[in-house]
């Protein structure tokens, strides 16, 4: 299964970081063999409102299945949830360890966005 | 869902995103949103000030002063929609004038020449005149050292 992991850094070992449509990389993980890759998301780190569309839509395309991110705007949930890619919130710590915690069933998906759209 | 009703989807969403920034920052605003200008770091700066505001977002703005003029402004922000354009349009108001009349300028100024603006996000405007003023400081502190030096 592929899973996406917003992070500062393009590999296993970069924190999460926090912010969905801004953060510096996203890092898709395949859970089996734990082969990544690290996409770059600096052009959206700059970009305006609609960055969280953006960034969940390249998840979507990418074929992940869920995204493990700190926060989560409301139009990049549904982008998400229309895409079909689960949401888990509020994960801190190491890529590779957010992912361990996901193998081991240590994660609560999300029903909602946890942070407010602003602009 | 298919990849074309996803598409749709996405399409429909950014849409309503549009005319929601359409009626946040009116015409204007949403045309500088769209295509942003005075935007990004400017190798040959000679005025440079970098200021956090409380709210978390950091606006960099860069001057290019000859002559006792702002020839060129450019900003850059780690921040959202408002910060960017709080920042365009200040820029845009640095240049034209004296380095020492960029201190007249205040966050209303701002306001005032994109017309329309969230009232929660106002502070962005002051952030962005407070960034002007420290990149027209350090402008100022360094011909002040030359001319000493001399």
Redesign the interface.
């Given at each position: 299964m592929k899973i996406a992991v917003t992070a500062m850094g393009p590999n296993l070992d970069a924190e999460v970081d926090p912010r969905f449509g801004?953060a510096a990389y996203v890092v898709i993980v395949d859970t089996e063999t734990m082969e990544f890759e690290a996409v770059d998301n600096s052009k959206n780190?700059?970009a305006?409102?609609?960055?969280g569309?953006q960034a969940a839509?390249m998840v979507?395309n990418r074929g992940a299945a869920v995204l493990l991110t700190g926060y989560c705007g409301p139009?990049a949930f549904?982008?998400l949830n229309?895409?079909?890619v689960k949401v888990v919130n509020d994960v801190s710590g190491t890529v590779r360890g957010v992912v361990e915690d996901f193998k081991n069933g240590e994660v609560t998906y999300s029903e909602e966005a946890n942070v407010e759209g602003?602009? | 869902m298919t990849n074309e009703e996803f598409d749709a989807y996405v399409d429909n969403l950014q849409a309503e995103v549009f005319s929601e920034a359409k009626t946040a920052y009116g015409e204007k605003g949403f045309q500088r949103w769209r295509n942003p200008r005075y935007h990004g770091r400017m190798m040959d700066a000679n005025g440079y000030g970098t200021v956090t505001g409380v709210c978390g977002d950091t606006i960099e703005m860069f001057l290019k002063i000859e002559d006792n003029c702002v020839c060129d402004a450019s900003y850059t922000t780690t921040g959202c929609t408002s910060s960017g354009l709080c920042g365009s349009f200040a820029a845009e108001l640095a240049i034209g004038r004296d380095p020492e009349a960029l201190f007249d300028l205040k966050g209303e100024d701002v306001l005032d020449f994109i017309g329309t603006f969230p009232e929660k996000e106002q502070h962005c405007a002051h952030l962005a005149i407070a960034t002007l003023h420290e990149a027209a400081n350090s402008f100022l502190v360094q011909k002040k050292t030359n001319t000493i030096h001399k």
């Open positions: 801004r780190v700059q305006f409102k609609g960055a569309i839509t979507s139009n549904k982008t229309a895409g079909g602003h602009w | -």
